[in-house]
């Protein structure tokens, strides 16, 4: 293959984007946070998906139920979509040795998390449903507090380890 100005234009974008796969830790002042602290409880949020490569954006509203029980936290997710989609899966989070490992009904594989005092970290692949079909995804998540109380959950989203989208989703505890 011929290396050509072309190519570098073509490439080196796609070859920094992938490096891009895991969001950065928020730049303002978080409170301290736990997977449990996090989901735990009743709460309602308001959340994003935007494809960063048309700039089309998917907004969505959800409410979470979160119940730990001994080594346990069992999140029920209900979804809906602005396009009147609506979804509703359960993340079951086991805390082992390591920290936690979670596994949803769309998820592919368990999901790992990090908890990092102020952050959580999260990561996993699933299978997403949309109006257009069933698309596999990669997910990389940074969960923190605000000083509001409020959690913020930013992610990265890939699609063959190519970074296509971020989420923002807002979480407000009842």
Do not use: H
């Amino acid at each position: 293959m011929q290396f050509t100005r072309r190519t570098f234009l073509v490439a080196a974008p796609l070859a920094l984007a992938a490096c891009a796969t895991n969001p950065p830790s928020p730049v303002t002042p978080s409170l301290p946070v736990t997977l449990a602290d996090a989901f735990t409880g009743r709460a309602t949020g308001r959340g994003v998906f935007l494809l960063t490569l048309d700039g089309s954006e998917r907004r969505f509203t959800a409410t979470l139920n979160g119940r730990l029980t001994g080594n346990t936290l069992t999140v029920a997710e209900t979804f809906l979509y602005d396009d009147g989609q609506t979804d509703a899966l359960t993340w079951v989070f086991t805390r082992t040795a390591a920290g936690w490992t979670g596994k949803r009904e769309d998820t592919v594989g368990v999901a790992t998390v990090q908890e990092l005092g102020r952050e959580v970290r999260l990561a996993y692949t699933a299978d997403f449903k949309s109006p257009r079909g069933v698309t596999r995804l990669g997910f990389s998540d940074v969960i923190y507090r605000r000083p509001d109380g409020l959690i913020v959950n930013d992610g990265i989203v890939t699609r063959l380890g190519i970074p296509i989208g971020k989420v923002r989703f807002e979480i407000r505890p009842r």
